[in-house]
């Protein structure tokens, strides 16, 4: 149990374009949502947090205008990145949690975004 | 602001040996948790093992085992019986509280081979 998926798992786009990245708990109700950045053999940096319902909760220097996150149901969460420029590219992984066990948080596979 | 500390980038060890990595972090905080994820080459965040600040045993999974040392911020993780498929990054990360946004706060990582 407790399955996040993200799709794609891999998108090229080109300068100037938005892409936008899926965020789902298969099995579970995702009471909040997280957001991250890595960049290659860096470690995870969290971009915001989402609650169903509610808007997003971005961390210091994340431009929020750029980085459209929407959670719009319980097992359903989306991040658009738009504008997209090659400084985007990146690894963007999502994890969710529920209200009950707050403790843990289910990663997904993460996207890789390249942009040309 | 909570900080996490992993100081050594990169480590290697011999197949069937047991190495330790290190961590520290910096809270005021009294109830918090502790975790090791392992991101094998496919990026997928994998939960090791985790620790609730409130408990005194050290917490054990299988092959991992950590040393908490609450009065000193340490929180080691040693593999026992090292195999091939534990060739990874390994983080240390910190989580505040039981709040329903609780964030988890993510070391550098290290980069750890295991060697036939």
């Known amino acids: 149990g407790a399955v996040v998926s993200q799709h794609p798992s891999w998108v090229i786009c080109k300068s100037g374009t938005s892409v936008k990245i899926e965020c789902r708990s298969l099995?579970?109700?995702?009471?909040?949502m997280f957001w991250y950045r890595q960049f290659p053999k860096q470690s995870l940096m969290l971009m915001a947090t989402?609650?169903?319902?509610?808007?997003?909760?971005?961390e210091q220097g994340v431009e929020k205008d750029k980085f459209l996150i929407n959670h719009a149901s319980l097992t359903l969460s989306t991040l658009t990145v738009t504008s997209a420029h090659p400084e985007d590219s990146s690894f963007y992984i999502c994890?969710?949690?529920?209200?009950?066990?707050?403790?843990?948080?289910?990663f997904g596979p993460g996207t890789r975004l390249t942009v040309t | 602001a909570q900080t996490v500390t992993q100081s050594q980038p990169e480590m290697s060890v011999q197949e069937a040996e047991t190495v330790t990595l290190s961590c520290t972090y910096d809270?005021?905080?009294?109830?918090?948790?502790l975790f090791w994820y392992k991101q094998p080459p496919s990026r997928q965040m994998i939960l090791v093992i985790r620790?609730?600040?409130?408990?005194?045993q050290n917490a054990t999974e299988n092959r991992f085992s950590v040393n908490f040392q609450k009065a000193a911020k340490s929180f080691s993780l040693k593999i026992s019986d090292s195999q091939l498929g534990d060739t990874a990054m390994y983080f240390c990360?910190?989580?505040?509280?039981?709040?329903?946004?609780?964030?988890?706060?993510f070391g550098k990582g290290i980069t750890l081979s295991v060697r036939p």
């Open positions: 994890s969710a949690s529920r209200l009950a066990r707050a403790y843990e948080q289910y």
């Open positions: 099995d579970f109700q995702a009471t909040t």
């Open positions: 989402s609650n169903e319902g509610s808007k997003a909760t971005y």
């Open positions: 809270t005021s905080e009294n109830n918090y948790y």
């Open positions: 620790q609730e600040a409130y408990k005194q």
């Open positions: 990360a910190f989580m505040s509280g039981t709040g329903a946004n609780s964030k988890l706060t």
